[in-house]
């Protein structure tokens, strides 16, 4: 099945810093999507994304398809963006596969 | 309007006994799916209906755990006898057509 990747695992960053998230993907795909977990463990949909580039405020994500990979930046950091962000994807057997996750966290 | 619905959002019980987990999924959504989430990993996917369809539940263990999305709407996911090794968090989510999936809060099921 389709492997995904997600880099770095852990990032530890002050605020106001720009940090930038990366997916890795092992075939081509239909779906790709961001979310980020809070700490109640809710998934929050960030970017439903499988080619191309959005913007929502301070985060934004662009996805090469062609090179199966997708890049979420997050600029002038803030302590509420500390939590988990995961990619998720689905290639023609509509299966959503998840990465491990980067665990982000944002000093005050 | 309403997002996916889930309940309990939490459950204890003693292994070896059963446990039913019931998600409601955003209206007009034929895609539901059930994923399973230990600490500190993804989601890992058990079942994923079309309509009322099983299409993909090769990941379910299906010596303990069953699922049923009767009329495609309402699903419920049990497992009997519940073991030590299921504590974890129960996620439903739903989407149209396969496109963008929205998840419910998740049960988080402890097994002692």
């Known amino acids: 099945g389709i492997q995904v990747e997600q880099s770095p695992p852990d990032l530890i960053l002050q605020e106001g810093a720009n940090s930038t998230l990366r997916c890795n993907f092992s075939?081509?795909?239909?779906?790709l999507q961001w979310f980020h977990q809070n700490p109640w463990g809710q998934l929050i949909n960030l970017f439903y994304i499988p080619s191309g580039t959005k913007q929502n405020g301070r985060l934004s994500a662009t996805t090469v398809a062609t090179e199966r990979y997708s890049l979420l930046y997050i600029s002038s950091s803030q302590t509420t963006d500390s939590g988990v962000y995961f990619c998720a994807v689905a290639n023609r057997d509509d299966k959503i596969i998840f990465g491990k996750g980067t665990r982000l966290h944002i000093l005050p | 309007e309403a997002g996916v619905v889930q309940s309990p959002r939490y459950k204890i019980i003693e292994k070896k006994q059963p446990v039913a987990f019931w998600c409601n999924p955003i209206?007009?959504?034929?895609?539901l799916y059930w994923y399973l989430q230990n600490l500190g990993q993804g989601p890992e996917l058990l079942i994923r209906y079309e309509n009322e369809e099983a299409v993909d539940d090769s990941q379910l263990p299906k010596d303990r755990f069953s699922a049923e999305r009767l009329k495609g709407v309402d699903s419920t996911l049990k497992i009997q006898p519940a073991e030590l090794g299921d504590s974890a968090v129960y996620l439903c989510?739903?989407?149209?057509?396969?496109?963008?999936?929205?998840f419910g809060q998740g049960t988080r099921l402890t097994v002692v």
């Open positions: 075939d081509s795909v239909n779906n």
């Open positions: 209206s007009g959504h034929n895609t």
């Open positions: 989510a739903s989407s149209f057509m396969n496109t963008e999936a929205f």
